[in-house]
């Protein structure tokens, strides 16, 4: 069964930079879309990005369209969410979560999701 597992949050300041990675196991990443998803205290769970499995075409929220950009590599097993100019609002728990084939559009169609990685932005 496909395990996912989250890495590289942490602190960073206003208009930093953050890589996140998303390393799958258990399963191959060949036939599952993996959606970023965040939620920070007292919101809703929101839906970041997501790429799909076979063309890998990918779709962002628009809150972050232009300064987040996800890629996978599937001879790793991985899949990144490079965050750039980062903003307070989007401080968050981030998870990552799959989807057979292609990207829901809803996240209560996700599973396998990972434990999540804190990011805080902040001066």
């Known amino acids: 069964q496909l395990q996912l597992v989250e890495s590289g949050g942490g602190l960073v300041q206003p208009g930093g930079s953050l890589r996140l990675s998303c390393a799958a196991s258990?399963?191959?990443?060949?036939?599952?879309?993996i959606g970023w998803f965040r939620q920070a205290p007292g919101k809703e769970r929101e839906r970041v990005s997501c790429?799909?499995?076979?063309?890998?075409?990918?779709d962002y929220a628009d809150s972050v369209k232009g300064r987040f950009t996800v890629t996978k590599d599937k001879s790793k097993g991985m899949v990144y969410l490079q965050m750039d100019n980062l903003k307070p609002e989007d401080t968050a728990v981030y998870y990552c979560?799959?989807?057979?084939?292609?990207?829901?559009?809803?996240?209560?169609?996700?599973?396998?999701w990972g434990q999540g990685t804190q990011v805080t932005v902040s001066s």
């Open positions: 790429i799909s499995s076979r063309d890998s075409s990918t």
């Open positions: 979560a799959a989807h057979f084939d292609y990207c829901s559009t809803y996240g209560r169609d996700f599973g396998n």
């Open positions: 258990g399963s191959t990443l060949f036939y599952y879309a």
